[in-house]
């Protein structure tokens, strides 16, 4: 499900000269209409990340993949 209706456009971002310096552009996803959006920045200078996704979503699905994969003996 993409529900993300305020997203900002990866060139949008970059023309804006305030967010451009301040955020660094980690990721982008695409939306339901193949439109891309960034979903995750981080600033340059201060402790602040800023996300538009659900990190639980992703921990879920990785304990997933950990419990079913094989496990090795030694």
């Known amino acids: 499900m993409q ?3 305020y997203g900002i456009s990866p060139e949008r971002m970059q023309a804006n000269q305030e967010l451009a310096k301040f955020f660094k552009i980690l990721t982008t996803s695409v939306d ?3 439109k891309v959006y960034v979903s995750t920045v981080q600033a340059y200078n201060y402790p602040v990340t800023a996300f538009q996704w659900h990190p639980e979503v992703l921990t879920s699905m990785l304990l997933i993949v950990i419990l079913a994969a094989p496990h090795l003996q030694n």
């Open 3 to 5: 529900n993300h209706h």
């Open 32 to 34: 339901e209409y193949n």
